[in-house]
Structure formats: C-alpha cells, structure tokens
Antibody, heavy 122, light 110 residues
Framework: QVQLVESGGGVVQPGRSLRLSCAAS????????MYWVRQAPGKGLEWVAVIWFDGRQKHYADSAEGRFTISRDNSKKLLYLQMNSLRAEDTAVYYC???????????????WGQGSLVTVSS | QSVLRQPPSVSAAPRQEVTISCSGG????????VSWYQQFPGTAPKLLIYDNEKRPSGIPDRFSGSKFGTSATLGITGLQTGDEADYYC???????????FGGGTKLTVL
C-alpha cells in the first residue's frame, strides 16, 4: 500500500533553515510528480511546491519562491523540502502528496503523508 | 485569498443532502480536472473525488462531483454525523503552474 512519511519538522528560530523529508513506499516513486502542501494552524490548504517525476521541472508558490527548494532522490524514494530564511508565517503542518497520474502533473494528490509540524518562533 | 472560492460553511440535518460549490476561472477549473478532499481535525486530507466526478476505491456513492464551466460542485446525500469535516476543492492552474485550492468549507451535520 502507498505510504508517505514526513520527517524533519520542529521548532526553529526566524531566519534559520530546516529540511523536511518524505519517505515513499508502495508505489513506483520515480514515475510520479510530488507536492508539498502546508496548512497553517486553523487555516486552509496552501500549495508550496511541485517537482516533476524526473526532477527536471519544479514550481513554487510565491510565498516559497527564492527561499524553499524542492528536490527528490528517486533511487532512495525520498522527497525533500529545504526551507531557508524561515519566517513566523511559515509555521504550519507540511504534507507531502503524490500525484494521481504517472509522468505528468494533474494537480491532484491521491495520497498524502501524515504531516510534519514546523514552528518558527524565537 | 484562495484562487478557488468556496462557502466557509454549510449545514444540514442527518439523512438530508448538501452541496458545496467551488468557483474558479478558465486557467484552473475551466480547463483542468477538479478534485475534492475531506479533512477531519488533526488528520491529513483524503482524496474524495477526482477528475471532476470519479470516486477513489472505498469512497461511498453518497459522495458525488460535477463540473460546469468554471465551477464545480460536491454533493453529499444521506448525511451522517461522521461526515462532519472540512472539504476542499482543488485543481491545477495552467497559468500559475500551481496546485490551487479553495479556502475550505466546514460541514456541520445538525
């Protein structure tokens, strides 16, 4: 069965960095685009970034552009989100999600991880 | 401000039906498939509807989806107290090259 497990969250001071990981299993990881989506406390879902199945294309939300970097290691079935220059408004639960269809980007996440909480606070 | 627009809340009695609307534009709903997600407090979103109207395995047929033009609708019949959750619509925006969501709708089953 498909499993996505995030790790790397925690409490970090403003301006510092953090790297989230998402370990995938139960599907052919290298065939699917992957997403990071976050949810601030009491708020709705906010897309953060997407990476194509082969890693050749990446897109970011305006709030993440220039500070966050999405990457993947298909040989290890791992997805990453490197977050630099963190701000209080980046405080959220970060979810990784798998795209619905192979070798394309559909905008649909059919499986989601349990989430990793990132708290940016001094 | 979310790219897609949903009502903040809807409510209905048990065994009744409810619809949740999702409005967008030509770059998102108008030219891409719509998905719906169900989220209970403290848990991850779960895919409820994809490709406008299809249900993943295990989702009961009480849940349905439709799309017309730049709007989509989630329908739930035979409401149960266990359906109380937040519901989000989502799609791809071809102009933004972004996954976009509605602001979410809280369903209360009175």
């Amino acid at each position: 069965q498909v499993q996505l497990v995030e790790s790397g969250g925690g409490v970090v001071q403003p301006g510092r960095s953090l790297r989230l990981s998402c370990a995938a299993s139960g599907f052919s990881f290298g065939d699917y685009a992957m997403y990071w989506v976050r949810q601030a406390p009491g708020k709705g879902l906010e897309w953060v970034a997407v990476i194509w199945f082969d890693g050749r294309q990446k897109h970011y939300a305006d709030s993440a552009e220039g500070r966050f970097t999405i990457s993947r290691d298909n040989s290890k079935k791992l997805l990453y989100l490197q977050m630099n220059s963190l701000r209080a408004e980046d405080t959220a639960v970060y979810y990784c999600a798998k795209d619905l269809i192979k070798t394309a980007v559909s905008g649909t996440g059919d499986y989601w991880g349990q989430g990793s909480l990132v708290t940016v606070s001094s | 401000q979310s790219v897609l627009r949903q009502p903040p809340s809807v409510s209905a009695a048990p065994r009744q039906e409810v619809t949740i609307s999702c409005s967008g534009g030509s770059s998102n709903i108008g030219n891409n498939f719509v998905s719906w997600y169900q989220q209970f407090p403290g848990t991850a979103p779960k895919l409820l509807i994809y490709d406008n109207e299809k249900r993943p395995s295990g989702i009961p047929d009480r849940f349905s989806g439709s799309k017309f033009g730049t709007s989509a609708t989630l329908g739930i019949t035979g409401l149960q107290t266990g359906d109380e959750a937040d519901y989000y619509c989502g799609t791809w925006d071809s102009t933004l090259s972004a996954m976009v969501f509605g602001g979410g709708t809280k369903l209360t089953v009175l």
